[in-house]
Nanobody
C-alpha cells in the first residue's frame, strides 16, 4: 500500500509564497503520476497540478498556471508544489494524490487516483 504524506501548509498573506511537499512510500512502480488537488469548504475537490515521472511532464489548472510550479525528486519519491503570488481563493485543504498508470486524459480527474494523503491546510489571509 502506497502512503503519501504532505507537509508545508500554513497561513500566508496575499501575494506570499508557500511550498508543499509530498513524500511517497511503498511500491516503487507506483511513482508514475502524482498530483495536487485542493478542496475549499463547500466546494468539490479540484485539480491543481500533476507530474508524470516517466517523462517529467507537468500539467496545471488554468487558475494556477504561472503562479504554481510542481516538481519532483525521483530519488526521494517526493513531489513539491511551489505556490507564489497566493490569493484568497487559493485557500483550501491541499491533497497529494498518486496512481501507477493514468493516461494523460485522466490526470485531472480525482476519481482516477488510487492513493491520497491526509491533506494540509493552506490559508491566504486577505
Amino acid at each position: 500500500q502506497v502512503q503519501l504524506v504532505e507537509s508545508g501548509g500554513g497561513l500566508v498573506q496575499i501575494g506570499g509564497s508557500l511550498r508543499l511537499s509530498c513524500a511517497a512510500s511503498g511500491r516503487s512502480s507506483y511513482r508514475y503520476t502524482m498530483g495536487w488537488f485542493r478542496q475549499a469548504p463547500g466546494k468539490e475537490r479540484e485539480f491543481v497540478a500533476a507530474i508524470r515521472w516517466g517523462g517529467g511532464s507537468t500539467h496545471y489548472a488554468d487558475s494556477v498556471k504561472g503562479r504554481f510550479t510542481i516538481s519532483g525528486d525521483n530519488a526521494k519519491s517526493t513531489i513539491y508544489l511551489q505556490m507564489n503570488s497566493l490569493k484568497p481563493e487559493d485557500t483550501a485543504v491541499y491533497y497529494c494524490a498518486g496512481d501507477s498508470g493514468l493516461i494523460l486524459s485522466s490526470i485531472r480527474d480525482a476519481r482516477q487516483y488510487d492513493s491520497w494523503g491526509q491533506g494540509t491546510q493552506v490559508t491566504v489571509a486577505s
